[in-house]
């Protein structure tokens, strides 16, 4: 139902825009959602029945409501599983909603949290006869998983930390007012019908400003067509949509890599002015194929905060009508971008969507690549600890441990995209004692780590995800220790940003990074140099197989270049300050026998 189908006759009269979508020639998966009775048809029916997975058709729905079907790789039998995961927008995760996950993942799940890049909890291990009391549990446990998934605006970023002062409060705001207005309005009924058996009880309402904004969906420029899902239409998305908050400096969520960047301003009163707006990042690529690159965010300009709400809905809206429906590759917004340019994209904006002015870009500080690790104050009377988790996998007595703190002094989680988890509301009156139950689970010094792992990021891969082709979150702490181990015997004292995924979809983003291995085949990787350690440069691909017991080998002489030059820049500084050739060269000088 993907690339290569054969297209279906139009459909009549359906709606006003001229998007493939909707009235224009479909393609099977496109006509399939929009038969799917706002996401439906056939998920609900297969709910009901005894089989111990879904079919393929069903699958694709399960994704618009936070889960994909896996199977483990490793055994000869099918071994049918679901993979589960939540929206929180800014990472913020209640603490009965921490608890309640706690428990799930330990009687229906395989024992084990993940906090992902994008600052939500994954869950894995949970069978298909007991994922509804699963997500009606985190439903009424004032969490969510519509649309963690799916053709759909995804989870919205935001800097995790719980600062009181500055812009934080106004760009976590700002996030949890996007995630309401970009949410799907038919698919959140048809999600609580589903899994919570229609109970409204839980819903956080939305701010009167988010109400307002989604009424003009209906008969604003952004209209779909479709008076139940005004925004989306029928058929959602060409494929996911991405968006990100920020304060100026802080880069802790990978501005440039969304759809849609936002770095908020605010006044001396912490109110939002405006915000600074980037448009058309994406990391997914597909190997040996060069239509599908990875591509950093273009500036758009500055946006008064009054019209965020209408801009976002705006661009989302020129995506919907303008992104590939036809090849599923090519179909997210950087795509857009590229061929037909911001200036192109700022004139269809402008005149057919979002009718407000956009100004020049303010003036930024320098971004930087935060991770809010170790005791910090929050605001006067409180703290927050951030603790390193690599890869994000919260398993075994750290998991338990830091449920009991959570549930005895009730504190607020927040997941970072660096996929450590922060501790939030810590009174004067707690900080020691929360302290001393770190103590009694193994954190210590949740500020002091090891610098190769503070910032390095893995996707989950092997053995659950169907598109690894190699490992990646299981074999990075082994990555680590030898990048650390030839560093030290180098005696190179500076660290490097390095990311690991097990195929080129970049779930952990390791176009960004200085050092990034990304899978090509079984113990084999791509090598990307170049990246900077504050995520503002696309890395570049140099080798395009690297078996990894030739780590050490290969990436001696890149190491030598760098220790002997005399420019003292950081690694993927260096690498960007040589010409391509030179580094091939040392590439080439490693691989000589």
């Known amino acids: 139902m993907l690339e290569g189908e054969k297209e279906l006759p139009p459909i009549k009269n359906e709606r006003i825009s001229p998007c493939i979508a909707n009235g224009a020639k479909r393609v099977k998966f496109e006509q399939f959602k929009a038969d799917s009775n706002y996401l439906q048809e056939p998920l609900a029916t297969e709910l009901a029945n005894s089989s111990d997975h879904f079919t393929n058709d069903a699958v694709q729905l399960l994704k618009f409501h936070g889960s994909y079907q896996q199977d483990n790789r490793e055994t000869k039998e099918k071994e049918w599983q679901m993979m589960l995961r939540l929206r929180s927008p800014g990472g913020k995760i209640h603490p009965s909603l921490f608890v309640a996950l706690d428990d799930l993942a330990n009687r229906l799940g395989n024992g084990t949290l993940r906090a992902t890049?994008?600052?939500?909890?994954?869950?894995?291990g949970i069978r298909k006869d007991n994922l509804k009391e699963v997500i009606k549990t985190i439903v009424t446990s004032m969490g969510s998983t519509l649309a963690a998934c799916g053709d759909i605006n995804?989870?919205?970023?935001?800097?995790?930390?719980?600062?009181?002062?500055?812009?934080?409060?106004?760009?976590r705001k700002l996030a949890n007012d996007i995630a309401d207005v970009l949410s799907p309005v038919t698919a959140e009924n048809t999600y609580l019908e589903l899994w919570a058996d229609g109970d409204l009880s839980y819903k956080i309402k939305p701010s009167d400003q988010v109400k307002k904004a989604r009424q003009r969906q209906?008969?604003?420029?952004?209209?779909?067509?479709?008076?139940?899902?005004?925004?989306?239409?029928?058929?959602?998305?060409?494929?996911?949509?991405?968006?990100?908050?920020t304060v100026p400096g802080d880069?802790?969520?990978?501005?440039?890599?969304?759809?849609?960047?936002?770095?908020?301003?605010?006044?001396?009163?912490?109110?939002?002015?405006?915000?600074?707006?980037?448009?058309?990042?994406?990391?997914?690529?597909?190997?040996?194929?060069?239509?599908?690159?990875?591509?950093?965010?273009?500036?758009?300009?500055?946006?008064?905060?009054?019209?965020?709400?209408?801009?976002?809905?705006?661009?989302?809206?020129?995506?919907?009508?303008?992104?590939?429906?036809?090849?599923?590759?090519?179909?997210?917004?950087?795509?857009?971008?590229?061929?037909?340019?911001?200036e192109w994209f700022t004139k269809e904006l402008t005149t057919k969507y979002f009718f407000?002015?956009?100004?020049?870009?303010?003036?930024?500080?320098?971004?930087?690549?935060?991770?809010?690790?170790?005791?910090?104050?929050?605001?006067?009377?409180?703290?927050?600890?951030?603790?390193?988790?690599?890869?994000?996998?919260?398993?075994?007595?750290?998991?338990?441990g830091l449920k009991k703190i959570v549930q005895k002094f009730q504190l607020e989680i927040r997941l970072t995209p660096n996929q450590d988890i922060l501790l939030c509301n810590i009174g004067d009156y707690q900080k020691s004692s929360v302290s001393d139950a770190l103590h009694e689970i193994g954190i210590d010094n949740p500020g002091k780590t090891k610098p190769l792992a503070k910032h390095a990021l893995a996707c989950p891969a092997l053995p659950?995800?169907?598109?690894?082709?190699?490992?990646?979150?299981?074999?990075l702490p082994d990555i680590l220790e030898r990048i650390n181990t030839q560093l030290k015997s180098m005696k190179i004292m500076k660290s490097i940003l390095i990311?690991?995924?097990?195929?080129?979809?970049?779930?952990?983003?390791?176009?960004?990074?200085e050092l990034a291995l990304v899978g090509s085949g079984k113990d084999q990787y791509q090598l990307w140099l170049g990246g900077t350690d504050n995520l503002q440069r696309l890395a570049k691909p140099f080798l395009q197989r690297m078996h990894i017991n030739d780590l050490e080998k290969t990436l001696h002489p890149l190491f030598?270049?760098?220790?002997?030059?005399?420019?003292?820049?950081?690694?993927?500084?260096?690498?960007?300050?040589?010409?391509?050739?030179?580094?091939?060269?040392l590439l080439s000088s490693s691989q000589a026998p």
Not at 222 to 243: A, H, I, W
Not at 560 to 582: T, V, Y
């Open 117 to 124: 890049t994008r600052q939500a909890f994954q869950m894995h």
């Open 154 to 171: 995804r989870n919205v970023m935001a800097p995790a930390a719980p600062y009181e002062t500055g812009s934080y409060p106004a760009a």
């Open 218 to 245: 209906i008969k604003g420029n952004v209209f779909s067509g479709d008076t139940k899902e005004p925004l989306y239409g029928t058929t959602y998305m060409p494929r996911k949509f991405k968006c990100a908050v």
């Open 251 to 342: 880069n802790s969520v990978d501005l440039l890599t969304h759809d849609i960047g936002l770095v908020a301003f605010t006044n001396k009163t912490g109110d939002l002015k405006g915000c600074n707006v980037y448009v058309g990042g994406g990391m997914g690529r597909t190997h040996n194929l060069e239509t599908t690159f990875a591509r950093i965010a273009d500036p758009l300009g500055y946006v008064d905060g009054k019209n965020i709400f209408d801009l976002v809905q705006s661009i989302l809206a020129l995506q919907r009508d303008y992104g590939d429906r036809k090849t599923r590759r090519l179909a997210r917004m950087k795509y857009v971008l590229n061929d037909m340019g911001i």
């Open 356 to 400: 407000k002015s956009i100004h020049s870009l303010k003036p930024e500080i320098k971004m930087k690549l935060e991770d809010y690790l170790g005791w910090k104050r929050q605001s006067k009377g409180l703290w927050f600890v951030g603790i390193p988790l690599l890869s994000g996998r919260l398993s075994g007595q750290t998991k338990t």
């Open 464 to 475: 659950l995800c169907g598109l690894a082709m190699t490992e990646a979150e299981r074999t």
């Open 499 to 513: 990311r690991v995924t097990g195929c080129p979809n970049g779930c952990a983003r390791p176009y960004m990074a």
């Open 560 to 585: 030598i270049s760098w220790k002997n030059s005399e420019n003292n820049l950081n690694f993927g500084d260096h690498i960007q300050s040589m010409d391509d050739q030179a580094i091939i060269d």
